[in-house]
């Protein structure tokens, strides 16, 4: 019960359909185990209904709502739904993140970069900005921003490595800003992970089975040849939104097998 009585709300709490468990989905069912009463937000409101009810089968308190994080209009919703429902909102998690179409600047067109900033880095921009004066006003909060590894390693994705990167300089912005609100921000970088966006997207996008993408993702990784799970991700969440961790904010955690300790 590492987070009796707290309110989070969950943006991307839905996941792409898979064989394994999604980030989100992962997060949701542990932070309602560990006693959160959670807002599941997604753009896919069936998908985000299919989170709440795993999570009300395990005996917790969920209810999902559906919400573009490219509409200003549809974050503050949800913020004032969270703050009408459970009073307050203890946890903000951004889970919110796409990469289709990306590629080197001199291939990427336009239209990709500009929806793949506009998602991944303002889409968490506006979450936080309507999220942060609830917050400010409680005197408490905690806010975890999900970038990538890609932050800080060289890919062929300049779009969505440039997104995490600004998610990251972002986040920090917001933890000096809001400090002395009682309020922590901080980012998980996950590295290679068996997720379904991940494998499912892979496999599509190169025409190959999921197993020849799951053999190659393995060899990447430090740490036993085997990439992470959903659960990985839960746990770090889990830690930086307990009060175990009231004296971090500003951090930035990978949780990635040690992959970004190879590159350096």
């Known amino acids: 019960m590492r987070l009796e009585d707290k309110v989070a709300i969950i943006v991307g709490a839905g996941q792409t359909p898979g064989e394994t468990l999604g980030n989100g989905r992962a997060t949701s069912l542990l932070f309602a185990r560990e006693g959160a009463k959670l807002l599941l937000v997604d753009k896919d409101k069936t998908s985000a209904e299919e989170t709440a009810s795993l999570v009300q089968s395990e005996g917790g ?34 889970n919110v993140g796409i990469g289709a179409g990306d590629a080197p600047v001199h ?21 936080c900005h309507a999220d942060l004066p609830i917050m400010r006003e409680q005197g408490y909060g905690c806010i975890t921003n999900i970038s990538s590894v890609a932050a800080i390693c060289a890919t062929r994705t300049a779009a969505y490595r440039a997104s995490k990167a ?57 740490l036993q040849k085997q990439m992470g799970t959903a659960w990985d991700v839960a746990y770090a969440a889990l830690y930086l939104s307990s009060d175990e961790a009231k004296f971090v904010t500003g951090a930035l955690l990978p949780v990635d097998g040690g992959q970004s300790a190879k590159v350096g």
């Open 61 to 94: 308190t969920a209810e999902a709502v559906q919400a573009d994080v490219q509409s200003m209009d549809d974050c503050e919703r949800f913020a004032a739904r969270c703050k009408e429902r459970f009073g307050r909102i203890d946890i903000l998690h951004n």
């Open 166 to 222: 600004g998610m990251n300089a972002m986040s920090q912005d917001i933890a000096m800003s809001n400090a002395k609100y009682g309020i922590r921000v901080n980012v998980i970088m996950p590295g290679l992970m068996d997720t379904p966006m991940a494998i499912e997207g892979y496999a599509k996008a190169r025409g190959v089975s999921r197993e020849e993408v799951r053999e190659g993702r393995n060899k990447l990784v430090p």
């Open 107 to 127: 291939k990427v067109n336009e239209e990709t970069w500009l929806r793949i900033l506009d998602v991944n880095l303002t889409g968490a921009y506006r979450s």
